[in-house]
């Protein structure tokens, strides 16, 4: 059974630093693509970042580009997301997803969410 | 490219058909995805590449390609009220529509 968990969210000030950690078990972490995508309190869904771990390819949201960083560790079947610079509008539930593994980029599953809020 | 998602809100019976629609501001070919959201968990894939996700019922069926998408409950069940998420995957940055909520008429 496939199962993704996400931990390290939490209440961060405006321009802080908080490490994201995705958990995945169930399936060869290191065969997907692996997302992000977050969703702001009472609003919808907004894909944040992609990483191809064998490619090492990562895309991101030009929301983010430049103070997030998407990782992944095979070894742990980990996938991370630094976020740095943070601001009042990442205040969200994020999200891992895994690709489909079709080649396509939507995603079959998801974890439960962590949430990030960002205050003073 | 940005998704549209109409209505914003549909009320429907049990029983009765849910026609929910999703435009694409340029092609994205076949490569939509719907999601289906409930209150307080993550979304579930619906709909992929054409074709049912695993387990979901048959009287979900996606149509569509280009711009113009449809997903169609033919009978709802208590279930299936929900927030529907369509999301293009043709082209980098993905993005997904604002969401439709189906509630109980």
């Known amino acids: 059974e496939v199962q993704l968990l996400e931990s390290g969210g939490g209440l961060v000030q405006p321009g802080g630093s908080l490490r994201l950690s995705c958990a995945g078990s169930g399936f060869i972490f290191s065969n997907y693509a692996m997302s992000w995508v977050r969703q702001a309190p009472g609003k919808g869904l907004e894909w944040v970042s992609t990483i191809k771990i064998r490619a090492s390819s990562t895309y991101y949201a030009d929301s983010v580009q430049g103070r997030f960083t998407v990782s992944g560790d095979n070894s742990k079947n980990t996938l991370y997301l630094q976020m740095n610079s943070l601001r009042a509008e990442d205040t969200a539930v994020y999200y891992c997803?895994?690709?489909?593994?079709?080649?396509?980029?939507?995603?079959?599953?998801w974890g439960q969410g962590t949430l990030v809020t960002v205050s003073s | 490219i940005v998704m549209t998602q109409s209505p914003a809100t549909l009320s429907v019976s049990p029983g009765e058909r849910a026609t929910l629609s999703c435009r694409a501001s340029q092609s994205v070919s076949s490569n939509l995805a719907w999601y289906q959201q409930k209150p307080g968990q993550a979304p579930r894939l619906i709909y992929g590449a054409s074709t049912r996700a695993t387990a979901i019922p048959a009287r979900f069926s996606g149509s569509g390609s280009g711009t113009e998408f449809t997903l169609t409950i033919s009978s709802l069940q208590s279930e299936d009220f929900a927030v529907y998420y369509c999301q293009q995957y043709n082209s980098w940055p993905l993005t997904f529509g604002g969401g439709t909520k189906v509630e109980i008429k």
């Open positions: 997803a895994k690709d489909s593994g079709t080649g396509w980029h939507y995603f079959d599953y």
